[in-house]
């Protein structure tokens, strides 16, 4: 990889899913970005963005006092990803993993937002919390923190049994899905595309 952006040191893929041993891994960063690191990193970033999370991708919507959104595909290259995400959120750190069940990846991680990549190219993401940098929503608006019993509202909200990550949910229509976990009877994790858990 070319990119210097950050620290040096996802998540069901819709059809790929990666079965291995019971229990979520995450990338662990060896040091956390303070906030003035990121302040320092995008001094003119607006303080929240709006992004869509999608089963195939995600777009981040310009500011409102003007300038450029993004429309990030799977597939795309990673140095373009993390350029845009870092416009967003400062610079990421970077972790690895060999073994997870799609095969090795690559994760930049950004606050609670974690881009995946494989063979440089773009192909997961996750968030886990929210950000002062970003709101996020996913297919039928669902959103991080929103109630267990609004989510099983949603028309295509479906239930994943027999999940060892949890209280398992996707979202979505067709085959592309968004997959989540409820924790504390509120959705607390949202993911699209390939993913590293293991289960």
């Known amino acids: 990889m ?20 019971d229990g979520a891994q995450e990338p662990q960063p060896s040091e956390p970005v303070t ?28 500011p409102e006092a003007g300038g450029d959104g993004a429309v990030l595909n799977f597939g ?5 990803v993390v350029e845009a995400l870092t416009a967003v959120f400062g610079g990421p750190q970077f972790g690895s993993n060999e073994e997870c069940g799609a095969g090795p990846m690559t994760f930049a991680t950004f606050d609670q937002f974690v881009a995946n990549f494989q063979d440089d190219r ?12 970003a709101s996020f929503t996913g297919p039928d608006g669902v959103t991080l923190g929103m109630s267990a019993a609004d989510l099983r509202k949603l028309s295509t909200y479906a239930a994943f049994e027999d999940s060892t990550l949890g209280e398992e949910f996707t979202v979505g229509g067709n085959e592309m899905l968004v997959s989540g976990l409820i924790e504390d009877n509120q959705v607390a ?3 699209g595309g390939v993913a590293c858990n293991f289960r």
Do not use: K, Y
């Open 122 to 133: 773009f192909v997961g993401w996750m968030v886990n919390g929210p950000s002062e940098r």
């Open 189 to 191: 994790v949202l993911w």
């Open 2 to 21: 070319t990119h210097r952006f950050g620290l040096a040191l996802a998540g069901m893929a819709a059809l790929s899913l990666a079965a291995c041993n």
């Open 35 to 62: 906030q003035e690191q990121i302040d320092a990193q995008t001094p003119n970033a607006p303080g929240e963005r709006s992004i869509d999370l999608l089963p195939d991708g995600l777009v981040i919507a310009p």
């Open 76 to 80: 795309e290259g990673e140095d373009e």
